[in-house]
């Protein structure tokens, strides 16, 4: 997990940081039409192996909703671009007046935005030649690009800040006056131009209010991704079959 800085002005560096992480990488990618189509092809074909992988906490009464919010709000086709451009905006204010568990809260929210774009960055270039040649691409292909990239421990720290999100997110919504605060905020957000962001929070914590204790969810997650990535870089033949994934980790696999 990342070390948590030890003053506030380091707090707030290191916000700044994540913001302008993603950012880069987004700016050229939205201004690289050939690399965007790309970079759609392979996040159509990562959406689509997700649905796979979680296809039973997708069909779960409990857990449906919260697990849809992850696919299509943190990992999904939208445009975020709006969304983005409001964490900016609002920086100033956060600095201001958010408490320093706040501002470590949303950083470390955002670290996973931004590494997540950077891995992702990575594996486009590893198997771009692929999604040159069709329309798509094989689990073989998909997992060889894994491996190329080398960045295990990289991948290791996704899962992980992944599960220290989903942690801080679970006890936030546990605190009923957050969410009155949220939707009291609704109608001066969309006035004020961050109508974008307050939905995208309203169905966070809608969908993570509804299933309760989120521990389960993110456990499985967790566990599941890990056990994938282990197979991966053990040259597995299927390992993204998840009828042949454990209830329980194995532990690393190299």
């Known amino acids: 997990m990342t070390a948590i800085p030890s003053s506030r002005d380091e707090l707030c560096a290191f916000l700044r940081q994540q913001i302008d ?3 880069a ?12 189509a790309k970079r759609r092809a392979l996040r159509e074909w990562q959406q689509e192996r997700l649905s796979r992988t ?17 696919l299509s709000d ?9 969304r983005d451009a ?12 958010l408490p320093e568990a706040g501002l470590y809260s949303i950083g470390l929210a955002l670290e996973l935005d931004a590494l997540s774009e950077e891995l992702e960055a990575q594996l486009l270039d590893a198997v771009e030649d692929k999604l040159a040649l069709r329309s798509g691409i094989t689990e073989a292909d998909y997992c060889e690009a894994y491996r190329r990239c ?18 801080t997110l679970a006890k936030a919504v546990e605190k009923p006056l957050i969410y009155s605060l949220l939707r009291g905020m609704r109608r001066p957000a969309r006035l004020a131009g ?9 169905r966070g914590f809608r969908a993570l209010r509804h299933m309760e ?3 389960e969810l993110l456990d499985t997650i967790e566990r599941r991704e890990t056990h994938i990535l282990d197979r991966i870089y053990a040259r597995h033949p299927h390992p993204l079959d998840l009828d042949a994934v454990p209830a329980e980790s194995t532990g690393p696999a190299r």
């Open 21 to 23: 992480r993603a950012k």
């Open 25 to 36: 990488l987004r700016t050229v990618h939205r201004s690289d039409p050939q690399g965007s």
């Open 54 to 70: 979680y296809r039973d906490l997708l069909e779960s009464p409990r857990y449906g909703p919260a697990a849809e919010f992850f």
């Open 74 to 82: 943190l990992y999904g086709l939208k445009d975020t671009s709006a």
């Open 86 to 97: 409001a964490v900016e905006r609002l920086y100033p204010t956060m600095v201001k007046l």
């Open 150 to 167: 080398d960045n295990y421990a990289l991948r290791k720290h996704q899962i992980g800040l992944f599960r220290g999100v989903g942690d």
């Open 194 to 202: 961050f109508g974008e962001l307050q939905d995208f929070l309203e």
């Open 213 to 215: 204790d989120a521990s």
